[in-house]
């Protein structure tokens, strides 16, 4: 199955040696059995539209889904072209938000700051832990969503819009390294120290990364068009 990676952003050049980038994390999280094709969106490279993959996912990004980039807008487009041809649509971190503002809900910074590392979630009334790295949130859901992730401090963590679309908040293909690596790169001077302590106090519990990895090839899977 074809998949298209819409790479919305670099990730730190200290960790790519180390773990690889957006388009390496993603297919080692959804495993074999994929092709990916990856458009750096950020960059102005899209594809010619929703039929160029089979199923698309959106990455995450230091940028915010409410930010003026002249690349959001036409992202946004395509968006809803992909939604509306009824593929298989993923978004994490911010592919989340800006799927689910293209599609008519709001994102916007959280008053309450920053999650970062391992946290709890209930999915479809299961706990999962998974690591996160985010201080925006979709604060009103777009029309039409089911919210199928939650906690405490990220209410609306996963959503399902339509039989095909499907977002989370945390970063499933964040593994414990990759997490311990960012807190340096990327956490200093801009993330609480103590929220970058707490992170590095969960470095060594489990995180459900595997089983994540294996909900989403499913739901592709499932998804695919059978023509």
């Known amino acids: ?35 990916w094709t990856t458009w750096r969106v950020f960059d102005g490279d899209f594809p010619d539209g929703p039929d160029a993959a089979e199923g698309w996912l959106v990455s995450g990004s230091k940028f915010g889904a409410y930010e003026d980039h002249d690349w959001i807008a036409p992202l946004e487009r395509l968006i809803r072209g992909i939604h509306d041809s009824g593929r298989p649509l993923v978004g994490i971190c911010f592919g989340h938000q ?95 120290e103590p929220l970058l302590d707490g992170a590095r106090d969960g470095l060594g519990q489990p995180v459900d990364n595997a089983r994540i990895g294996a909900w989403l090839a499913d739901f592709y899977r499932a998804h695919k068009d059978p023509r």
Request: charged share 20%; with cysteine.
């Open 98 to 192: 800006v799927v689910a503002q293209a599609l008519g809900g709001r994102v916007e910074k959280f008053a309450g700051g920053w999650a970062v590392g391992r946290q709890t979630y209930t999915l479809e009334g299961d706990t999962v832990h998974l690591n996160a790295w985010h201080q925006d949130q979709v604060t009103q859901l777009p029309p039409g969503a089911e919210v199928i992730a939650t906690n405490d401090f990220a209410r609306t963590a996963g959503l399902r819009i339509g039989p095909a679309t499907l977002t989370l908040q945390p970063h499933p293909e964040f593994g414990r390294d990759y997490v311990a690596d960012l807190i340096d790169a990327r956490g200093r001077g801009v993330v609480p």
């Open 1 to 35: 199955m074809h998949l298209g990676l819409l790479q919305c952003g670099p990730t730190a050049p200290a960790l790519d040696d180390r773990h690889g980038g957006y388009p390496e994390l993603y297919a080692a999280l959804i495993g074999p059995g994929f092709d």
